[in-house]
């Protein structure tokens, strides 16, 4: 008889010890996986005994005074003047606490904004099928003060990490400006003495319409709860007819109608719009990297390359570069130009 509880006791603390070594595993890939989305376009290497190394006394000197230089950069350096100044963003509760009246203001004017771009427009539950109702996914209002300590942003983010179960790569990898590229390129303009210049499109992502749903393919749907019900209704009062209760709140449903930032396919879908506008213009892209594009202006070359919202015109002639500015300002409207200057 004892011979048979030391058994059973072994098979129940062997069956036990197997289903919590599993869920730590699962646990643990959850973390790793939730890490990977924060820090996007991580290339992930296995580095062998063959690449480490030891550090000698003269680079473990180095490396400590880099540390110094940037810590005291941070902090603003030994007379607290002038110090970096990083941009921490707030959910929305901790940030109206934080910004009070101005983190509300700023949460009203994101949402104003997106209404009168037509980003996305609302949907009774009824209408909704089981399964778009099931992929819905939560908006999220992110606040966060300027640089000149006095401006508050907000941001309405997409919350796409839940939507990588049923998006492949292929759906939302977007192509950026390989580093090799624009060491290139920057070569040949200061080699040819090319004019530069250097502008930025606003709203990137929500100038992008969403592709057409094929026929039985479900469409992207956006849950708005909270705060942000009531900021809605305020904005626009034919909400409240769209409103309905979930677990004792408030929600409406939204199809989304642009991209919308924290898409996982937002990047890639602009990318396409940005690519097909610059081919219309007459640029040709390489062929090696899809974020470099030519074209011959005044038998001159005119080269850019872009990242994202980023783009970096360069030709010998002045007037080309601004003359390219004033079609994609009209393309795509407010642009900003970062600036020109002649190597």
């Not at 950069?73 to 940030?95: A, E, M, R, T």
């Not at 778009?132 to 999220?140: I, Q, S």
Request: aromatic residues 10%.
């Amino acid at each position: 008889m004892k011979r048979l509880r030391v058994s059973l006791y072994q098979a129940i603390k062997k069956q036990f010890d197997t289903r919590r070594n599993g869920a730590q595993l699962q646990r643990n890939h959850k973390y790793e996986r939730s890490i990977r989305e924060r820090m996007p376009n991580l290339a992930f290497q296995q580095v062998g005994n063959t690449n480490k190394g030891e550090y000698d006394a003269f680079e473990e000197l180095v490396v400590a005074r880099v540390i110094q230089q940037i810590r005291e950069g941070v902090n603003g350096g030994i007379d607290g003047q002038d110090g970096v100044s990083f941009i921490q963003q707030y959910y929305l509760n901790k940030g109206l606490r934080i910004f009070k009246e101005r983190g509300k203001d700023a949460a009203v004017k994101e949402h104003d904004q997106l209404i009168k771009r037509s980003c996305w427009t609302p949907i009774s539950t009824e209408k909704l099928r089981p399964t778009e109702r099931k992929k819905a996914v939560d908006a999220m209002m992110l606040l966060a003060e300027k640089n000149d300590g006095v401006t508050t942003k907000g941001r309405c983010v997409f919350k796409g990490n839940k939507t990588r179960d049923w998006l492949s790569r292929e759906d939302t990898a977007s192509p950026t400006a390989l580093h090799e590229a624009i060491i290139c390129t920057g070569v040949i303009d200061a080699h040819e003495g090319r004019n530069v210049m250097s502008m930025d499109i606003p709203k990137a992502f929500i100038q992008t319409l969403m592709p057409e749903q094929e026929e039985g393919e479900d469409r992207v749907i956006m849950k708005i709860t909270g705060l942000l019900v009531d900021y809605m209704i305020d904005l626009d009062p034919t909400y409240r007819d769209f409103v309905a209760i979930e677990n004792g709140r408030r929600v409406i449903y939204v199809v989304i109608l642009r991209a919308t930032y924290g898409m996982l396919q937002a990047s890639l879908l602009w990318y396409r719009n940005l690519r097909a506008s610059l081919e219309e213009y007459g640029f040709v892209f390489n062929v090696y990297d899809p974020c470099i594009a030519n074209m011959m202006v005044n038998k001159k070359q005119l080269t850019i390359r872009f990242h994202v919202d980023d783009v970096l015109a360069s030709h010998m002639e002045q007037r080309v570069l601004e003359d390219f500015f004033t079609w994609i300002n009209e393309r795509y409207g407010g642009v900003f130009s970062k600036g020109m200057s002649c190597i």
